[in-house]
């Protein structure tokens, strides 16, 4: 039998689903913010009236009646996949649905390639559950979810203490402990987070550098890289140059050694540097092989 009885409206069974599994003193719980039903909020960064707290701890899809969870996700999905594409948000760790009767929730890294998924028209309206793309997607999440033990699925009135400890050691606790792994599907999020958050913080004592050899170099005239790197080759000194454009790093810290051996070995007139490309025309981690010329 339903813990929740007489629900006039999803608002009172969200305020009611709040104050019984995830109220503490350092949450809050926001609805509507890009029309998504449900959000868990961080108090200490709610900054922003507009785009809601900087830390979401979850998003979720609520109804006042009895649902089928797969179909709420799907409504979720596709209430969620407008903010996940504008980057405006690292999205939750988790995100689920509730309704009456039950709870559930999902890890996001679950349905990561779902949502690059490109043959579906994700800007269908989600109440329309009999559209053709509505369909694919909830296939899609039935056999990628089914079975699978991390997805959790709760009773309320009967699992009480599971969905509040579920909540206390795992939704709560991934935002600033969980380690992901970075992929081609959360980079453009994660570095959007790096650009916001840390780069701002980042600067160098170029008076410093000077004593380890290091020398800037500033390009007055708007000529393109071209024209920057032209300007670095007029400037340099010693036998060989290697080219790093703002968007580019070295594979890790013994790349420079690693040519230095290859120079002092075949004596090329050209390296051509191996590379990883994220992102491209296949949208994906692509290697590329090093060549001597």
């Known amino acids: 039998m339903s813990k929740y009885k007489n629900i006039k409206s999803e608002h009172q069974l969200r305020s009611l ?5 995830f109220k503490n003193k350092d949450v809050s719980w926001e609805q509507e913010i890009e029309s998504i039903d449900f959000i868990i909020t961080d108090k200490k960064s709610r900054s922003k009236k507009t785009t809601g707290a900087e830390k979401h701890y979850i998003w979720m899809e609520t109804k006042k009646s009895k649902t089928d969870y797969y179909i709420m996700l799907v409504q979720l999905l596709l209430t969620i996949k407008k903010p996940y594409d504008k980057n405006e ?3 939750p760790n988790y995100i689920g649905c509730f309704d009456t009767e039950q709870i559930v929730f999902v890890p996001m890294k679950l349905l990561q390639k779902v949502m690059h998924e490109n043959d579906i028209k994700w800007n269908i309206t989600p109440s329309n559950t009999k559209d053709e793309y509505f369909l694919r997607i909830l296939n899609k999440l039935k056999y990628k979810l089914h079975g699978i033990k991390d997805v959790k699925i709760f009773f309320f009135g009967i699992n009480d203490d599971e969905i509040k400890d579920f909540i206390q050691k795992n939704v709560y606790k991934g935002v600033t402990e969980n380690k992901f792994q970075i992929t081609e599907h959360n980079f453009d999020r994660v570095y959007l987070k790096w650009v916001n958050k840390v780069k701002p913080f980042i600067a160098i004592n170029w008076e410093e550098e000077k004593k380890y050899g290091f020398k800037l170099i500033v390009n007055t005239i708007n000529n393109g890289p071209g024209g920057a790197r032209n300007l670095g080759v007029e400037a340099a000194r010693g036998e060989y140059i290697i080219y790093l454009d703002g968007d580019d790093t070295l594979y890790n810290n013994t790349t420079l050694y690693d040519v230095n051996d290859v120079i002092g070995k075949d004596r090329p007139d050209v390296i051509y540097l191996g590379y990883k490309e994220i992102g491209g025309k296949n ?7 090093r060549q001597l010329l």
Request: glycine share 6%.
């Open 17 to 21: 689903v709040f104050d019984d599994y």
């Open 89 to 91: 948000y690292i999205v």
């Open 283 to 289: 949208n994906g981690l692509q290697n590329h092989r």
